[in-house]
């Protein structure tokens, strides 16, 4: 059986132009795919002629437009593509810039050398210059296979757990995030895999290929950030996403440690169609939520008010209360808030005493704990929210990978237990008062 193939294209400002150059190389494939476009803060929309072309060939398009830009070179967006895939079943995520393109083998060839005991599969790319459209040589660390260019790689489930590198790729280190995932994936037990065959059509700026070319480095080129050679701290960073691990030279790097967040708590509604505490439709019209800061939902129910002007991150129907979950978690990172406190579909009509209530028990908190927020009604004690601290990458991460698409509150407390316990973090429980 053929493995379910997605690729997934993170996107800022590109142009039409080069969005439908990209759009059409992936809608080329041979190989049936699901292309997720992640768009970093900026919506997005495509024509209904786009999706008709993707699915006159044999395949997908999910486009996922997050309300908060992530400012972290693109690592964030495209690791919840890679998520948001393997969720709805892919067993191969490849990766493709918004401004680069695929020739139309390119899934043929990953799929023709994988491996049951593949951890990902690196393809080749031929490399041009953007102004001049002169092909360039290879970088000496990209033919060793010590740099695989995230344009070049494919990820099987078995490294799925790698992607928290990216979640939490911190906007202090700058670019540099696909030179660590090398780093780490060279250093991980698995093998990988090469295609042999340049699949990647690579359009470059960067000085380091003017200088492969022999060719002076125009003032229009752009300037590494790459930070990470002298901003990676691998010690904070580790702490956050769970032990890698990673070629020895990352580790001594004396850079500076990443600093906590600091701000008040992120609040957040998870308003869902799969998975709600009850099995009652969602009310057509939910009352005003005024103390949400970011609305996750799905496209199969109302979203809050445009009026309040609410973040809302609409995700593919059924997606699942884990995933949900896991994203606002990051999402509270980036956003530089200590606590994430989700609030479940039940706590629609919570009073504006809950919420101070809620804020001062976890503002108060000295250390890190997974808080599940109960109250009490005439049917006894009922879910209301969960708070977590947001660094716990390990945690967020994982819960992610334990997506259960038709899953409940309670599915959702159990992941929780167990997780909490395999990470030795402690759960306590807390009941809201009612005024």
Same mark, same amino acid.
């Given at each position: ?5 997605a690729i ?10 080069t969005l ?12 049936p ?10 919506e997005?929309q ?38 948001l895939a ?5 067993e ?60 070049c ?11 928290v ?5 911190p906007?202090?280190?700058g ?53 990470a050679?002298?901003?990676f701290?691998?010690?904070?960073f ?6 890698l ?12 440690? *990443? $600093?906590a !967040? ?7 509604? @998870? &308003? ?6 009850n =099995?009652? /439709?969602?009310p ?6 005024n103390?949400?800061?970011?609305l996750?939902?799905d ?19 059924g ?6 979950l896991?994203?606002?978690g ?7 808030r200590?606590w994430?406190v ?12 809950q ?7 976890v ?22 929210? *969960? $708070?977590? !601290? ?7 991460? @994982? &819960?992610a ?5 038709? =899953?409940? /509150?309670?599915?959702?407390v ?13 759960m ?5 008062p009612?005024s």
């Amino acid at each position: 059986m053929t493995p379910t193939f997605a690729i997934v294209t993170p996107c800022f400002r590109e142009d039409d132009e080069t969005l439908t150059r990209m759009i059409q190389s992936v809608v080329a494939q041979a190989t049936p795919c699901h292309h997720i476009v992640v768009s970093d803060g900026i919506e997005r929309q495509f024509p209904s002629s786009c999706y008709a072309a993707y699915s006159q060939r044999g395949h997908t398009l999910t486009v996922l437009n997050l309300p908060l830009r992530m400012r972290n070179s693109g690592a964030g967006p495209r690791a919840i593509g890679a998520l948001l895939a393997f969720a709805q079943g892919a067993e191969l995520v490849s990766f493709l810039d918004a401004d680069n393109a695929l020739l139309p083998q390119h899934t043929t060839a990953v799929l023709k050398c994988l491996r049951p005991q593949s951890l990902a599969v690196k393809t080749l790319r031929r490399v041009f210059l953007k102004d001049t459209g002169e092909e360039t040589p290879t970088e000496a660390a990209e033919n060793s296979g010590a740099h695989i260019d995230t344009n070049c790689l494919t990820l099987t489930r078995r490294s799925q757990r790698l992607l928290v590198v990216w979640l939490y790729w911190p906007v202090s280190f700058g670019t540099g995030e696909d030179r660590i995932l090398s780093a780490i994936l060279n250093a991980t037990d698995g093998t990988i895999q090469t295609t042999g065959e340049p699949t990647v059509l690579y359009w470059s700026e960067w000085p380091i290929h003017y200088q492969l070319a022999g060719k002076a480095v125009p003032t229009t080129a752009k300037r590494p950030t790459r930070r990470a050679r002298t901003h990676f701290h691998g010690p904070s960073f580790f702490a956050i996403t769970g032990q890698l691990p990673i070629a020895e030279q990352w580790l001594r790097i004396p850079a500076e440690p *990443i $600093a906590a !967040p600091q701000r008040d708590p992120l609040i957040c509604q @998870l &308003l869902l169609s799969e998975g709600r505490s009850n =099995a009652s /439709a969602p009310p057509h019209n939910p009352p005003p939520l005024n103390y949400v800061e970011l609305l996750i939902t799905d496209n199969s129910v109302n979203a809050a008010p445009k009026s309040l002007n609410t973040p809302v991150l609409h995700l593919p129907a059924g997606t699942g209360c884990f995933l949900a979950l896991a994203l606002a978690g990051v999402t509270a990172y980036h956003e530089n808030r200590r606590w994430l406190v989700a609030y479940m579909a039940s706590g629609l009509d919570r009073l504006q005493s809950q919420d101070a209530a809620v804020r001062q028990r976890v503002e108060s908190a000295t250390s890190a704990y997974v808080l599940l927020l109960m109250r009490r009604t005439a049917a006894g004690s009922q879910l209301l929210a *969960i $708070a977590a !601290p947001s660094d716990r990458g390990d945690l967020w991460s @994982l &819960l992610a990978q334990r997506c259960t698409l038709n =899953a409940n /509150a309670q599915d959702l407390v159990n992941a929780l237990q167990d997780l909490c316990a395999q990470l030795t973090l402690p759960m306590r429980h807390w009941e809201v008062p009612n005024s």
